[in-house]
């Protein structure tokens, strides 16, 4: 399986790369666009829409187009959200963030930018008009208020406040789960897949997303995400409510564990699930 | 044809109130999104998807979801174009931007909001899934590196220097009329019109969109778009390259003039261009 999984990745960071470069306009500006979209990363979201249009039956090169939208879509987010006035972050995956790298407003146009051509490569695709409205009908409810922009929001608006459970899931619900779980709809959308399909995507990407954010906190906490170019502890010196603060270590792990179990469970529901298990073992257990 | 303007603008304003109503995620954000988006303003961009949806043969009706997105991108726009790290406008038609209202990381996340609820009212909406992408292709395009943040980029890596007539028309191709020319392909895409009208569309829009810009610089400089809470001459005061110190105002109303011509000439490629035709003297005539 971490072959197939390579093998997905290598076929998303070589579209992306073309499709940046095919984006058009200012040079510059694809410079900057293309500064944070190849900086490497896990590209879970992207393989999650090639796999799972995969486990539906497709032919996970007929979401390609859908899995760079979704791996634009969160890199837009990631640079407007190390932004000074968001979360003010100088380093992401060890590396000066945008606004260090090229100022302010070119990081500010650059995720503008990377958000529209996101919806661009979708929508211009060679893909079947149907099934190209549908993956970026799905998109667009996980960007917008009710999905990143919402938990973003809300999780600002938090800041320096201790939050309950039901507050810290809506944070993440929208700010991870929400394109996660959009990246699993949209793949079943790009085979072409039936309502059970689509069910059973939407409850595999919605526990795969909060064990892989409570995941998150348990290793920013133990200071594995030094690599991400994250202090160790910071959220915890910063006073921010995480589910480490909330419920503790063993916790986490049994909450982790139940929901992978979940997402497991789910992925069952496919004609070919046994990627998707798979993947949900390994985000459990990731060490960065 | 005053009238049906009017019409068309009632249409859009009830529908944007309701888009944003119902985007779902916090209130605070939907209020951000709301005071821009409600704040007034002529509302060309969607009037000229309605009528260029009916001039195609269609019901101006079946184009309001196009019509909406258009005006919800075109305001994002413009809350990120304020911003101190871009243009740092402090008043927009008279009122405080939005990040004077709510402050900085309020609108800058009001923005990303709107344009992604753009594509969802969009595509999450009950016209043909056919039409719907096409749309929404058209709307990404014109939102991109290819236009409206292209257009940005260039115009602010280009402040504080001399301009040439080729850079300032770049400028304003992506910032200006790529999305005029956008709203009226959509108009005709919302319709399911042809290839020759689809032309005339991207024509009309095009001349249009440069009268309207030339249109712009030569109220900016009269001092007349007070009423916007635009300094008077704030362009020329900053040592700015605009049409009218590049030409003059005899000259760019020649411009304005052919330009408008030219936009009535392709009108008349439709089945019913009479608005069309009538829209393109008054934005020429318009006085604020």
């Not at 939050?163 to 779980?181: F, P, S, V, W």
């Not at 906490?221 to 503790?248: M, N």
Request: net charge negative; proline share 4%; aromatic share 4%.
């Amino acid at each position: 399986m971490e072959g197939r999984y390579s093998r997905d990745k290598a076929l998303v960071e070589e579209a992306l790369a073309r499709a940046v470069e095919s984006s058009g306009g200012p040079a510059g500006l694809r410079e900057v666009m293309a500064y944070s979209l190849m900086a490497g990363g896990k590209r879970i979201r992207p393989v999650l829409v090639l796999e799972c249009c995969r486990a539906a039956g497709g032919e996970p090169e007929a979401a390609l187009p859908a899995a760079c939208a979704v791996e634009m879509l969160h890199t837009y987010s990631l640079i407007h959200d190390d932004l000074p006035c968001m979360d003010d972050d100088e380093l992401r995956r060890g590396r000066p963030t945008s606004h260090v790298r090229f100022g302010e407003w070119k990081a500010l146009l650059g995720g503008d930018a990377l958000q529209a051509a996101a919806f661009d490569v979708l929508l211009n695709s060679d893909m079947p008009p149907e099934r190209r409205a549908a993956c970026a009908a799905l998109l667009a409810r996980a960007a917008g208020p009710a999905g990143i922009c919402g938990g973003q929001y809300l999780d600002l608006e938090g800041e320096g406040r201790d939050l309950t459970r039901t507050q810290l899931e809506d944070i993440h619900r929208g700010k991870t789960c929400a394109l996660l779980e959009a990246a699993c709809r949209m793949g079943v959308a790009a085979a072409g897949g039936d309502g059970e399909q689509m069910a059973a995507a939407e409850a595999y990407g919605r526990a795969l997303g909060m064990a892989f954010q409570i995941r998150d906190d348990m290793l920013d906490e133990l200071g594995d995400q030094r690599a991400l170019g994250k202090p160790v502890g910071s959220d915890r010196a910063e006073g921010k409510t995480t589910f480490l603060t909330l419920y503790g270590p063993e916790r986490c792990q049994t909450l982790v564990d139940e929901l992978t179990a979940q997402a497991k469970a789910q992925a069952g529901r496919f004609p070919d699930g046994a990627f998707l298990r798979w993947l949900a073992d390994r985000l459990a257990l990731r060490e960065s």
